[in-house]
Nanobody, 120 residues
Framework: QVKLVESGGDLVQPGGSLRLSCASS????????IGWFRQAPGKEREGVLC????????YNADFVKGRFTISRDNANNAVYLQMNRLTPDDTAVYYC?????????????WGRGTQVTVAA
């Protein structure tokens, strides 16, 4: 069963911004490290960012280059991925999970993903 739900994906122009949300009606996300991942067509899944239960950033992919930030909203049981200065290379399905990149443990909960498309 899907335990996480991603939202906020959209079509955006290069240089634009999006905020993705990861939420759950079944898990208290404050008790988990939450990682964001992405998978572009024809490519392997890759990690983006991960936030620990103590709000430490424990994974930060090289391609982020300060453009993306991850944050928690415990009051709303959500974790956000703020993405700025988007480029076409950021086009992918974005997923959240209850563990960090690069290799989340086999029992981690996942969502079904949200599509981000960056195009003029």
């Amino acid at each position: 069963q899907v335990k996480l739900v991603e939202s906020g994906g959209d079509l955006v122009q290069p240089g634009g911004s999006l905020r993705l949300s990861c939420a759950s009606s079944r898990l208290n996300l404050a008790f988990y490290a939450i990682g964001w991942f992405r998978q572009a067509p024809g490519k392997e899944r890759e990690g983006v960012l991960c936030i620990s239960v103590n709000d430490d950033i424990v994974y930060n992919a090289d391609f982020v280059k300060g453009r993306f930030t991850i944050s928690r909203d415990n009051a709303n049981n959500a974790v956000y991925l703020q993405m700025n200065r988007l480029t076409p290379d950021d086009t992918a399905v974005y997923y959240c999970a209850t563990d960090c990149p690069p290799q989340p443990y086999w029992g981690a909960a996942w969502g079904r993903g949200t599509q981000v498309t960056v195009a003029a």
